[in-house]
């Protein structure tokens, strides 16, 4: 099967049922207790740097685990799963003196949730799956200043962080995902930079993938990190024509769900949400149980706001198994025809029409 042919799979599939991702990836690394003498592997054995805790480097060190994750997932029965590259960025992996290894990262990162997509694609071919690659936020901003003294403070430029994610976007391409997550954005200039990035690489004449976009809102104001409303948010990236636009992280479900349901209100295209298991108890840790996760979900469902579910932070493959039974056989939403009208947008929406 050509990448064009799973891309159209992939948007049949979308008309038929709702779609299940994966969920957390740090939880289930985590549980494996690994050191740092996992995460070194032979390639980094003399690193001048501890890189314990730097997940996405796996991809090069402990391939094994990494393939392992994405087949907990299909099993319990996501049909996309993401890249374990959400931090494999030159700008991000200098935290760990890893810069020069973030294309290697994307790409076989990119490799290894290819061949486990193919894997479980032969075992199913009537319900094909499909490789998502993640790309996340950076540890730095363009919206808001670094410095609280001086409003135009900045640590990167546009151009610096827009060619940290094309080394990204190019890596996860040519490694074979069949399309793009920008996930849990909470600066939407940063997002701006990912999606011209992909945008780019289309025009120079590589194929298109679908772009699917997922921001954060981070706390009970309804807003992003950087300030913007839900729909001033989608009036901003709505020129690239996503695949799919939603919310993930940050909020369990019951608190994310109005924001849903004004995407779904306002938003051409397909809705994707995939939130925590609940907020985090003191100790940092969820506690929401799978069936509690699936129940949120299926009301959602069952009201019609949604085209994709699946599961951010806390999430396990249990908790994606439950999810994927509670909306089995129920029809996804259907996409609204919007009037035409000038939509722009600053921190909030604006409308003309």
Same mark, same amino acid.
């Given at each position: 099967?050509?990448?064009?042919?799973?891309?159209?799979?992939?948007?049949?599939?979308?008309?038929?049922?709702?779609?299940?991702?994966?969920?957390?990836?740090?939880?289930?690394?985590?549980?494996?207790?690994?050191?740092?003498?996992?995460?070194?592997?032979?390639?980094?054995?003399?690193?001048?740097?501890?890189?314990?805790?730097?997940n996405?480097?796996?991809?090069?060190?402990?391939?094994?685990?990494?393939?392992?994750?994405?087949?907990?997932?299909?099993?319990?029965?996501?049909?996309?799963?993401?890249?374990?590259?959400?931090?494999? &960025?030159?700008?991000?992996?200098?935290d760990?003196?890893?810069?020069?290894?973030?294309?290697?990262?994307?790409?076989?990162?990119?490799?290894?949730?290819?061949?486990?997509?193919?894997?479980w &694609?032969?075992?199913?071919?009537?319900?094909?799956?499909?490789?998502?690659?993640?790309?996340?936020?950076?540890?730095?901003?363009?919206?808001?200043?670094?410095?609280?003294n001086?409003?135009?403070?900045?640590?990167?430029?546009?151009?610096q962080v827009?060619?940290?994610y094309?080394?990204?976007?190019?890596?996860?391409?040519e490694?074979g995902?069949d399309?793009?997550?920008?996930?849990?954005?909470?600066?939407?200039?940063?997002?701006?930079?990912?999606?011209?990035?992909?945008?780019?690489?289309?025009?120079?004449?590589h194929?298109?993938?679908?772009?699917?976009?997922?921001?954060?809102?981070?706390?009970?104001?309804?807003?992003?990190l950087?300030g913007?409303?839900?729909?001033?948010?989608?009036?901003?990236?709505?020129?690239?024509?996503?695949?799919?636009?939603?919310?993930?992280?940050?909020?369990?479900?019951?608190?994310?769900?109005?924001?849903?349901?004004?995407?779904?209100?306002?938003?051409?295209t397909?809705?994707?949400?995939?939130?925590?298991a609940g907020?985090?108890?003191?100790?940092?840790?969820?506690?929401?149980?799978?069936?509690?996760?699936?129940?949120?979900?299926?009301?959602?469902?069952?009201?019609?706001?949604?085209?994709?579910v699946g599961?951010?932070?806390?999430? &396990?493959?249990?908790?994606?198994?439950?999810?994927?039974?509670?909306?089995?056989?129920?029809?996804?939403?259907?996409?609204?025809?919007?009037p035409?009208?000038?939509?722009?947008?600053?921190?909030?929406?604006?409308?003309?029409?």
């Amino acid at each position: 099967m050509t990448r064009q042919d799973r891309i159209a799979a992939l948007k049949q599939a979308a008309k038929e049922r709702i779609l299940v991702l994966d969920g957390s990836w740090g939880v289930m690394i985590q549980r494996r207790g690994l050191t740092e003498e996992d995460f070194r592997g032979e390639r980094f054995a003399g690193h001048n740097a501890h890189l314990r805790g730097n997940n996405d480097v796996l991809c090069l060190t402990r391939p094994d685990i990494i393939a392992d994750l994405h087949d907990a997932y299909f099993e319990a029965g996501a049909d996309i799963s993401e890249t374990n590259t959400f931090s494999a &960025t030159t700008i991000a992996q200098r935290d760990y003196s890893l810069e020069s290894a973030a294309y290697d990262i994307n790409l076989e990162g990119a490799k290894l949730a290819r061949a486990a997509a193919d894997r479980w &694609t032969a075992k199913t071919p009537d319900r094909p799956r499909f490789a998502a690659g993640s790309i996340g936020p950076l540890n730095v901003m363009l919206s808001m200043s670094s410095d609280v003294n001086d409003p135009g403070a900045r640590t990167v430029t546009f151009d610096q962080v827009y060619e940290a994610y094309r080394e990204q976007v190019r890596g996860l391409y040519e490694g074979g995902v069949d399309l793009f997550l920008i996930e849990t954005i909470t600066d939407t200039l940063n997002c701006k930079a990912a999606i011209k990035a992909i945008l780019d690489l289309r025009d120079e004449g590589h194929e298109e993938l679908p772009i699917w976009i997922s921001g954060t809102i981070t706390d009970r104001s309804g807003r992003t990190l950087s300030g913007q409303t839900v729909e001033a948010f989608w009036n901003s990236v709505r020129h690239c024509k996503p695949f799919a636009i939603g919310l993930n992280c940050a909020l369990g479900a019951d608190l994310m769900r109005p924001h849903i349901a004004e995407l779904s209100r306002i938003a051409d295209t397909l809705v994707a949400a995939y939130p925590n298991a609940g907020l985090p108890n003191a100790m940092g840790q969820y506690d929401e149980e799978p069936h509690e996760t699936a129940c949120s979900l299926h009301e959602w469902a069952e009201s019609g706001i949604v085209n994709i579910v699946g599961g951010c932070c806390g999430t &396990t493959p249990d908790h994606i198994a439950h999810v994927a039974r509670s909306v089995a056989g129920m029809a996804p939403r259907a996409i609204p025809e919007r009037p035409t009208a000038m939509r722009l947008a600053g921190l909030e929406a604006f409308e003309l029409a």
